[in-house]
């Protein structure tokens, strides 16, 4: 197959690997080697792998303190007709990582924007947790002072999806005693560490097992940090089997808001756990 040829006036969004650097496409080193400019999260970090790939390239600095800044010059330099490959410093592009504005203002502008798939952190941890992904909510950070940490736990309490958190490995023992605290320590959580490292590492257990776990072994407090919660059980005991049994009746005829809705108002029961009950319940289908 040839090489796919670089397209004038494209933003391309580059995802790089994670850790190990074979993880990266022909695609994406091809594109990485004919743009007119990489703009980098890190030109130091991103010129390791160019290195490691004998490509020799322009750089240029693009991170959250400058966004606003490079936004204009990188999108003057698409409309003189040139190409720009956006990376970060590990994984794809915006996913909790800056991008964002400059997206945003290149497609306002009309401008192409390409994206080059390849890794990212969170859907890799997600496709070794062992727990459902059929529906699952990426929440990217946690807020790293505990008040705000714990009241966004407790606005997710309900959450029957799964949820993908990235952490700093600094605060991991405290995020955890947090989750213990809201969501209760039989809550299931999978901690994955250093992915397609040396040291890689997933770990799944009860909330509080794994916060003992982490207590006991320092070593697992280091290197780059995925966190992956269980979404919320619905105990179908809660609701009356009679309401169970006509809520199943008006699924096999209707959406589940729908149905959920009439038979909250037949029975005089809440709609939002009816609605958690139908989600749950087509989960373990």
């Known amino acids: 197959m040839s090489e796919q040829i670089i397209q004038p006036s494209t933003l391309y969004i580059v995802a ?3 850790g190990n650097l074979a993880d990266i496409s022909k695609r994406a080193l091809h594109v990485l080697e004919n743009v007119d400019v990489i703009a980098c999260e890190d030109t130091r970090h991103t010129q390791r792998l160019l290195s490691a790939y004998s490509i020799k390239n322009r750089t240029m600095s693009m991170h959250d303190h400058n966004e606003r800044q490079r936004q204009e010059q990188i999108a003057k330099l698409l409309q003189e007709g040139k190409s720009v490959a956006l990376v970060s410093d590990a994984g794809t592009p915006l996913i909790s990582d800056p991008g964002f504005h400059l997206v945003r203002h290149c497609r306002q502008l009309g401008l192409a924007v390409s994206p080059i798939p390849g890794a990212c952190a969170a859907i890799s941890a997600l496709s070794a947790a062992g727990l459902p992904t059929d529906r ?4 990217g950070f946690l807020p790293s002072k505990s008040g705000a940490r714990q009241a966004t736990l407790n606005d997710l309490a309900s959450e029957t999806r799964t949820m993908v958190f990235y952490d700093a490995p600094r605060r991991a023992i405290d995020t955890v005693e947090d989750i ?3 969501l209760g320590g039989e809550r299931y959580v999978v901690m994955a560490r250093e992915l397609t490292k040396t040291f890689e590492t997933v ?3 009860t909330a509080e097992n794994l916060l003992a776990w982490l207590q006991e072994d320092p070593n697992q407090l280091k290197g780059e940090m995925v966190l992956i919660i269980e979404g919320h059980k619905v105990d ?4 009356p089997a009679n309401v169970v049994a006509t809520l199943k009746l008006l699924l096999s005829e209707m959406k589940p808001k729908k149905a959920c809705a009439i ?3 037949i029975y005089g029961v809440k709609k939002n756990a009816l609605y958690e009950y139908a989600l749950a319940m087509k989960t373990t289908l």
């Open 180 to 182: 213990v605290k809201v």
């Open 136 to 139: 699952f909510t990426f929440e």
């Open 16 to 18: 790089t690997p994670i």
């Open 236 to 239: 179908p005991n809660k609701i």
């Open 263 to 265: 038979a909250a108002e």
């Open 203 to 205: 770990h799944s257990d």
